[in-house]
Every structure is written in structure tokens, then in C-alpha cells.
């Protein structure tokens, strides 16, 4: 399975950024594409998580009412869309994905896409 990510950039804080992940993994089956995020001298965190096949979601807390994952069956791509950005969300943006249930947890998951940098400016 591998992974795209594209669509990071800069952005001043309260504005939005889309990500784009386009997949070349079967979602046919319990396909699950997470994101996941790494700041300067953190360590990578989960961000939100998608099952492909029933569209359930999961969020970090630190996300919730602000960003949405959502998929594209017919673009075979995943998204996470970024509203009301904070300088805290400045971070390197991943895409992963697993076969198996909704986790958020990084060990979990076996593919892994390049990451695309956000930075949020105030």
C-alpha cells in the first residue's frame, strides 16, 4: 500500500488548510486511514482516524470541532480538513493506514506516507 500526502503549506492562525492522502490500498475491505502529526522535539501523535468501509471517525481531543477526516471513494483518497488552525498545530501532517479496526494508535498501523509540513503562524 502506498500513501500520498500533499496540501500542507503556511497559513495564519483561525484559517484552513486541507490535506489530501490518495491511496493505492484496496478500501474494499476494513481499510482504516489515519492521520497523525509530529512537531519539533514531540513525539508523533495521532490526529483523527477514518473506517473506510462505514465512514466511522475518530478524533484527538485536541482536534474535535475543528477538523474533519472524510474520504473520496471514486478519488480513492482521504482528507483531513483543518478549521480554525492554532500556532500549536504547526507540525509535520501523515497519513497512515491499517486493515483492522478503528485505532489510535501509531504501532497499529503498517503503511505509512510521506509527510506534509504545516505551519500555522499568529
Known amino acids: 500500500v502506498q500513501l500520498q500526502a500533499s496540501g500542507g503549506g503556511l497559513v495564519q492562525a483561525g484559517g484552513s488548510l486541507r490535506l489530501s492522502c490518495t491511496t493505492s490500498g484496496r478500501t474494499d475491505t476494513n481499510y482504516v486511514m489515519g492521520w497523525f502529526r509530529q512537531a519539533p522535539g514531540k513525539e508523533r501523535e495521532f490526529v483523527a482516524a477514518?473506517?473506510?468501509?462505514?465512514?466511522?471517525?475518530s478524533y484527538a481531543d485536541s482536534v474535535k470541532g475543528r477538523f474533519t477526516i472524510s474520504r473520496d471513494n471514486a478519488e480513492n483518497s482521504g482528507y483531513l480538513q483543518m478549521n480554525s488552525l492554532k500556532p500549536e498545530d504547526t507540525a509535520v501532517y501523515y497519513c497512515a493506514a491499517r486493515y483492522g479496526s478503528l485505532l489510535p494508535y501509531i504501532k497499529y498501523y503498517r503503511y505509512w506516507g510521506q509527510g506534509t509540513q504545516v505551519t500555522v503562524s499568529s
Open positions: 477514518l473506517a473506510w468501509r462505514g465512514g466511522t471517525t
